[in-house]
Antibody, heavy 126, light 108 residues
Framework: QVQLVQSGAEVKKPGASVKVSCKAS????????INWVRQATGQGLEWMGW????????GYAQKFQGRVTMTRNTSISTAYMELSSLRSEDTAVYYC???????????????????WGQGTTVTVSS | SYVLTQPPSVSVAPGKTARITCGGNNIGSKSVHWYQQKPGQAPVLVVY???DRPSGIPERFSGSNSGNTATLTISRVEAGDEADYYC???????????FGGGTKLTVL
């Protein structure tokens, strides 16, 4: 079945970086964009950015520009999200989610996100 | 940046109809998607492109979108529908996906 499986929980100190993985199965990894969404405890969903697994092109929410990097390894159908210069406010559950169809050069971003990973808890604490 | 506004909470009795709104400037010109999120779980897409349902989502879930308001309607509400609901659009001007703040649906 179509699924996204994320890496396990992380505990990091302020100023460090964290890299979360998202392994796709049951579909062609390069055919759909991958989005990252986070949710702090008791708060709403916050979109962080997207990546075209085909080309590696990315688009980041302004809030995270300069701190987030989204990459992929197509040979193992896995997407990665790295967030640097962590602070306590980055403590949250991070989700990857499949979005719209991608060609070799662009993705359609108007589609809903129909497959979600199980979430990865990142705790930032000294 | 584009802003989506949802009521923080909506309450409804079992068997009745719940309507959750999502307001945005000329949102009727955009495709709206709705997600259901239960405590401790990942979000689930329940309506996409304003009014379509993914396979496996009951027909009780429907959507509409016009003018400055999109609406998720849940008919014959059940206790299992109690959850947080989020609307989401793609803002083409910024190439960003945007979420509403979420609405907590309480089944009385």
């Amino acid at each position: 079945q179509v699924q996204l499986v994320q890496s396990g929980a992380e505990v990091k100190k302020p100023g460090a970086s964290v890299k979360v993985s998202c392994k796709a199965s049951g579909y062609t990894f390069t055919s759909y964009d991958i989005n990252w969404v986070r949710q702090a405890t008791g708060q709403g969903l916050e979109w962080m950015g997207w990546m075209n697994p085909n080309s590696g092109n990315t688009g980041y929410a302004q809030k995270f520009q300069g701190r987030v990097t989204m990459t992929r390894n197509t040979s193992i159908s896995t997407a990665y999200m790295e967030l640097s210069s962590l602070r306590s406010e980055d403590t949250a559950v991070y989700y990857c989610a499949r979005g719209g169809y991608c060609s070799s050069t662009s993705c359609y971003s108007g589609d809903g996100m129909d497959v979600w990973g199980q979430g990865t808890t990142v705790t930032v604490s000294s | 940046s584009y802003v989506l506004t949802q009521p923080p909470s909506v309450s409804v009795a079992p068997g009745k109809t719940a309507r959750i709104t999502c307001g945005g400037n000329n949102i009727g010109s955009k495709s709206v998607h709705w997600y259901q999120q239960k405590p401790g779980q990942a979000p689930v897409l329940v309506v996409y492109d304003d009014s379509d349902r993914p396979s496996g989502i009951p027909e009780r879930f429907s959507g509409s979108n016009s003018g400055n308001t999109a609406t998720l309607t849940i008919s014959r509400v059940e206790a299992g529908d109690e959850a947080d609901y989020y609307c989401q659009v793609w803002d083409s001007s910024s190439d960003h996906r945007v979420f509403g703040g979420g609405t907590k649906l309480t089944v009385l």
